[in-house]
């Protein structure tokens, strides 16, 4: 069973920037797709971006040209780096290891507790 750690959560600005990690123990993740997610007050857990083993990325529309997602496997980690921060970025961000085909809450395992991020406008 893989434990999964976010870290770099903060308090930023609008327009800022942040990276996020997340460190993996336990198993080695090289061939597994990973995600982020978030969840702001009040609202569902959405997707934001996944990575499968090769690198092929995907990422909600919402961040889509401001958000990327990298992995290095030699650190067994995931990062997301998050550009032009907007108030509506304001969420946990969780990330999670593919179980199965797709980009939903239930295509993901392996959740981390997650780190919030706050964009103060």
């Known amino acids: 069973q893989v434990q999964l750690e976010e870290s770099g959560g903060g308090l930023v600005q609008v327009g800022d920037s942040l990276r996020l990690s997340c460190t993996a123990s336990?198993?080695?993740?090289?061939?597994?797709?990973m995600g982020w997610f978030r969840q702001a007050p009040g609202k569902e857990r959405e997707f934001v971006a996944t990575?499968?083993?090769?690198?092929?990325?995907s990422y909600a529309d919402s961040v889509k040209g401001r958000f990327t997602i990298s992995r290095d496997n030699a650190k067994n980690t995931v990062y997301l780096h998050m550009n032009n921060l907007k108030p509506e970025d304001t969420a946990v961000y969780y990330c999670?290891?593919?179980?199965?085909?797709?980009?939903?809450?239930?295509?993901?395992?392996?959740w981390g507790q997650g780190t919030q991020v706050t964009v103060s406008s």
């Open positions: 999670a290891a593919h179980i199965r085909s797709g980009n939903t809450v239930t295509d993901f395992g392996s």
């Open positions: 336990g198993r080695i993740i090289r061939w597994s797709g």
């Open positions: 990575i499968n083993w090769s690198g092929y990325t």
